[in-house]
């Protein structure tokens, strides 16, 4: 028997700039953050839906991971950290990521590079570890308008709007963008990701529409230990999501991870303790928002403040409570059905979390050491320690942010909405996951009933 042997590459060192600690942390951190879709928010949106609608939630969830991933390899990742289309600065040249040069070669972002140390791992494990921020934010919009989107318009509205509204987000505040040239900042996404989300949320459900009525009046849990069990694989993969954004295993990493669980603990105790006094009582529903509202906000800022930041940015999660208490109730906010509120618990928290970026980043939060004259330490000082400047470049990028999601969301559906329709049939609707997803026969088995209605 003859055994082909591919030819043997010539023996290479491992190239000078990868750094084994860097690269692992890197990996660890990308993979805690993809828990927090697959399986942690298909969890917790499967958790917290109607039972008819668990199955379809989680599968939103799972496309939406595998769509972006496509997508970002194909060009969205240069769209987002490449080098810049023109001269406006709003977006990169679209292109693959992946070549043997591409992949095995030093991670750098081209606009950015210059303020920062350079990047001690390879380009496949950045391309990586921005999908999985790519992949969540759509992912987040799915929790406006479960119950009622038509399966075939959100497979269409995924790619498109990562690639049409995310990546610009992306790209003006994270590669090196307009918005970067301006002074914002956002440490790991409160506005690139949960800002955006929460915006185009509450677009989409506008544009989509509400519910069934039946929905709208019952839409109970219909597993609240399998919410909470997503809930916790979200808070704790979030040390990934804060932990990993100052792409190296660093101190300000770490204190990232602390600060992070900090404002989580704080927010959770505060929405708690106001639901007691307002409510009467402690919703399970509501810990969880508040928990996720104490993660939003302080992901804006997480390694820009110290430990008594990290706790007024947790109580400042007050105001995303406040909006989904009160403000949910007028007539403007009320005709909008946005199933799982996103537009407070991420929008709003998102927003509350870039102004305390503003207000209270300490300048002893020192992000990157500096090596040289060129790239001194890099660090950012709040209105609370004499810089104002930065808390109003803050609400203008916030501004920027929320425009760009109500534009390119709404002319996304209603361009999807001229190939197919946005809602399902009322039939649909009526059945739910039976309806839209059937139930695919196993060869030798026996098929079970399934429905006739296509999605």
């Not at 105790?269 to 006094?277: E, F, K, T």
Request: with cysteine; charged share 5%; proline share 5%.
């Amino acid at each position: 028997m003859h055994v082909l042997l591919a030819a043997a590459a010539p023996y290479a060192a491992a190239p000078a700039f990868v750094n084994s600690g860097d690269t692992a942390w890197q990996l660890t951190s990308a993979t805690l953050v993809g828990i927090m879709s697959i399986p942690a928010v298909a969890m917790l949106y499967a958790g917290l839906v109607k039972k008819k609608w668990a199955l379809n939630s989680a599968v939103m969830v799972f496309y939406a991971f595998a769509a972006v991933l496509v997508t970002w390899v194909l060009f969205g990742y240069n769209l987002s950290f490449g080098q810049p289309w023109n001269a406006w600065q709003f977006i990169g040249i679209p292109g693959p990521a992946l070549s043997p040069a591409a992949e095995l070669g030093q991670a750098t972002i081209p606009l950015a590079a210059p303020s920062m140390p350079a990047l001690r791992f390879s380009g496949a494990t950045m391309v990586y570890f921005q999908f999985v921020f790519a992949a969540i934010a759509p992912i987040l919009v799915a929790g406006s308008v479960l119950g009622r989107m038509n399966f075939k318009a959100w497979m269409l509205f995924v790619p498109l709007w990562s690639t049409l509204v995310y990546s610009i987000g992306c790209f003006s505040l994270w590669g090196g963008g307009w918005l970067t040239s301006l002074g914002a900042i956002d440490y790991s996404g409160g506005y690139v990701i949960h800002l955006a989300a929460g915006v185009s949320g509450f677009v989409a459900a506008a544009v989509v529409g509400p519910r069934l009525a039946s929905d709208k009046r019952d839409f109970s849990p219909n597993n609240m230990i399998m919410a909470l069990a997503g809930a916790g694989l979200l808070w704790l993969g979030w040390n990934g999501f804060n932990g990993g954004d100052p792409f190296a295993a660093s101190a300000d990493a770490s204190a990232a991870v602390l600060n992070t669980n900090i404002s989580t603990a704080v927010a959770l105790l505060v929405w708690m303790i106001a639901d007691y006094i307002v409510l009467k009582h402690i919703s399970a529903v509501s810990m969880i928002n508040g928990m996720i509202a104490g993660l939003v906000a302080i992901t804006p800022c997480a390694g820009w403040v110290s430990g008594y930041g990290a706790i007024l940015v947790g109580m400042a999660t007050i105001v995303p409570w406040l909006s989904i208490t009160f403000l949910s109730r007028w007539s403007v906010l009320k005709k909008v059905d946005d199933t799982f509120s996103v537009l407070h618990t991420h929008g709003v928290a998102g927003l509350v979390g870039g102004l305390m970026a503003g207000l209270v980043a300490d300048p002893q939060m020192v992000e990157w050491l500096g090596t040289n004259a060129k790239t001194p330490a890099i660090a950012y000082t709040g209105a609370l320690f004499g810089n104002t400047h930065l808390l109003l470049v803050q609400l203008a990028a916030a501004a920027f942010i929320v425009a760009l999601n109500v534009v390119g969301t709404f002319a996304i559906l209603k361009a999807i909405s001229l190939v197919v329709p946005l809602r399902s049939s009322e039939d649909v609707m009526q059945t739910g996951d039976l309806a839209i997803h059937g139930m695919d026969p196993i060869p030798g088995v026996a098929s079970p009933i399934r429905a006739d209605t296509a999605a």
